[in-house]
């Protein structure tokens, strides 16, 4: 399965804005599909931290997309 049959709303655009670390979790999750369990090993981390930075990445995307759709509001009333 592509990355490109799961990105319905954007997020492979939207993952570029984390971290690194966070980004390389999260494009394993969603994108390639593994387990948080699976991203531990891969990446040779406990299991924890896999999972604080997973929650960590997820509340800055949150965040992201709450602040893209705060500016488009604001575009949009500027012009109609």
Do not use: C
Not at 22 to 35: D, E, L, R, V
Not at 41 to 69: F, N
Request: charged share 25%; hydrophobic share 40%; net charge positive.
């Amino acid at each position: 399965m592509g990355a490109d049959r799961f990105d319905t709303m954007g997020l492979n655009k939207q993952v570029n804005i984390l971290k690194p670390e966070h980004k390389i979790s999260i494009n394993m999750a969603y994108f390639s599909g593994f387990t948080q369990h699976e991203i531990s090993k891969q990446l040779d981390v406990p299991l924890g931290t896999v999972k604080t930075r997973m929650r960590a990445a997820i509340l800055e995307l949150r965040k992201h997309t709450k602040y893209l759709s705060w500016k488009l509001k604001k575009l949009y009333h500027l012009f109609y």
